[in-house]
């Protein structure tokens, strides 16, 4: 299947800074790419979907100024965890889509976990 | 998007065909069923998807009723490598259709 990477993989950051998280599409163009939230022994939350070149569009309770997206090419979306607390502390994984009709598959990344102390 | 419904948990023994079900009675016309499987501490991997005929790939193979209203997963051979969460999920087409991800059924499997 089509390969999705993110890095880094693990951050241990400080609480009050940023953190940025990048999920490249390795070998296809990703039109559409969504980031999921994880926290332990829970399922994964949709957090916002974002098309290139626009906008990203957030699920209801996730602020957008505070985790800020970009998906400025067809291979490439960020996330950036603003003024992290520790509360922010998680597994962040990113997908990807090809662009299509919507039946396309959906890939995932190996995710990134997000430590905030 | 439709919702789906599975067993929390299931076993199998090694080298045993994994038969993980799914119910999901609203399903309409134009929505695919989807299959993930996340391996602790890792990003859901996709396994197989269908609409409405039964479908086979090289890691599994997707049974969908007739009515479509419950599908089931197949390991025809599970090894221990398998042992996961396994997410069944109901997708439409469109642009903003979106993978929801429920609880899942964790499958462990033993020797």
């Known amino acids: 299947g089509a390969v999705v990477s993110q890095h880094p993989s693990r951050v241990i950051c400080k609480s009050g800074t940023s953190v940025k998280i990048e999920c490249r599409s390795l070998?296809?163009?990703?039109?559409?790419m969504f980031w999921y939230r994880q926290f332990p022994k829970q399922s994964l939350m949709l957090m916002a979907t974002?098309?290139?070149?626009?906008?990203?569009?957030?699920e209801q309770g996730v602020e957008k100024d505070k985790f800020l997206i970009n998906h400025a090419s067809l291979t490439l979306s960020t996330l950036t965890v603003t003024s992290a607390h520790p509360e922010d502390s998680s597994f962040y994984i990113c997908?990807?889509?090809?662009f299509g009709g919507g039946y396309e598959t959906q890939y995932f990344g190996p995710g990134t976990r997000l430590l905030v102390l | 998007d439709a919702k789906t419904t599975q067993p929390p948990s299931m076993d199998c023994a090694e080298g045993r065909a994994a038969n993980l079900p799914c119910n999901h009675s609203?399903?309409?016309?134009?929505?695919?069923v989807y299959w993930y499987r996340q391996i602790h501490s890792q990003g859901p991997q996709y396994i197989i998807h269908?609409?409405?005929n039964n479908e086979t790939n090289e890691m599994a193979s997707l049974i969908i009723t007739e009515d479509r209203k419950s599908s089931t997963l197949i390991l025809p051979h599970a090894t221990l490598r398998d042992t996961a969460v396994y997410y069944c999920i109901v997708r439409g087409t469109g642009t903003a259709s979106k993978l929801t991800f429920g609880t899942g059924t964790r499958l462990q499997v033993t020797l």
């Open positions: 070998d296809f163009q990703a039109t559409t």
């Open positions: 974002s098309n290139e070149g626009s906008k990203a569009t957030y």
């Open positions: 269908g609409l409405k």
């Open positions: 997908s990807a889509r090809a």
């Open positions: 609203t399903i309409s016309g134009n929505e695919y």
